[in-house]
T-cell receptor
Framework: DTAVSQTPKYLVTQMGNDKSIKCEQN?????MYWYKQDSKKFLKIMFS???????INETVPNRFSPKSPDKAHLNLHINSLELGDSAVYFC????????????FGPGTRLLVL | DAKTTQPTSMDCAEGRAANLPCNHS???????VYWYRQIHSQGPQYIIH???NNETNEMASLIITEDRKSSTLILPHATLRDTAVYYC????????????FGTGTRLLVSP
């Protein structure tokens, strides 16, 4: 079974549309993350939720809104998509603690035309 | 900004040991050194982490210098599937700590 899964794997859409990416983890972790990897391959954190509470919110446009319905899910909704939103979005999860490690999903490749 | 410095790229022959260095001269006493790798088009994968002692697991070994200002990740017998970008990251051991990825080292393992 996949530990951290994301849907969809690929997403091609037009500028101005609204889209959502879903993430689920079956590891029983209490913390989930969204990262963005741009075309230059820089991987940067966007958000983090712990027990459904937002704990990390980097400088991300308000068009991006994460939602965590429960500890196992963290979704990312993007309004009014722009060309610059094209990237690979990775979800990750971890259990907070001294030996915490993050487990990443396979990524969602978003292309905005 | 990432708090580590790594070479941009390295080559290694299949079956040989790959030694990937990392400088983290500003590391503080309660920060761990973590290593992740990203194989092409996949999500980053945890490899190993340590505080001050050397660590070994089924994937790799981590050697941390006594002053903790640098470390080396060792893949003892590199295979073609180890070709990836390797990221060295320092972070606090507890609390809600984000991973700050730098540019990493692109390791190419050749036959």
């Amino acid at each position: 079974d996949t530990a951290v899964s994301q849907t969809p794997k690929y997403l091609v859409t037009q500028m101005g549309n609204d889209k959502s990416i879903k993430c689920e983890q079956n590891l029983g972790h209490d913390t989930m993350y969204w990262y963005k990897q741009d075309s230059k391959k820089f991987l940067k954190i966007m958000f983090s939720y712990n027990n459904k509470e937002l704990i990390i919110n980097e400088t991300v446009p308000n068009r991006f809104s994460p939602k965590s319905p429960d500890k196992a899910h963290l979704n990312l909704h993007i309004n009014s998509l722009e060309l610059g939103d094209s990237a690979v979005y990775f979800c990750a999860s971890s259990q907070v603690g001294e030996r915490e490690t993050q487990y990443f999903g396979p990524g969602t490749r978003l292309l905005v035309l | 900004d990432a708090k580590t410095t790594q070479p941009t790229s390295m080559d290694c022959a299949e079956g040989r040991a790959a030694n990937l260095p990392c400088n983290h001269s500003t590391i503080s006493g309660n920060e761990y050194v973590y290593w992740y790798r990203q194989i092409h088009s996949q999500g980053p994968q945890y490899i190993i982490h340590g505080l001050k002692n050397n660590e070994t697991n089924e994937m790799a070994s981590l050697i941390i210098t006594e002053d903790r200002k640098s470390s080396t990740l060792i893949l003892p017998h590199a295979t073609l599937r180890d070709t990836a970008v390797y990221y060295c990251i320092v972070r606090l051991s507890t609390g809600f700590q984000k991973l700050v990825f730098g540019t990493g080292t692109r390791l190419l393992v050749s036959p």
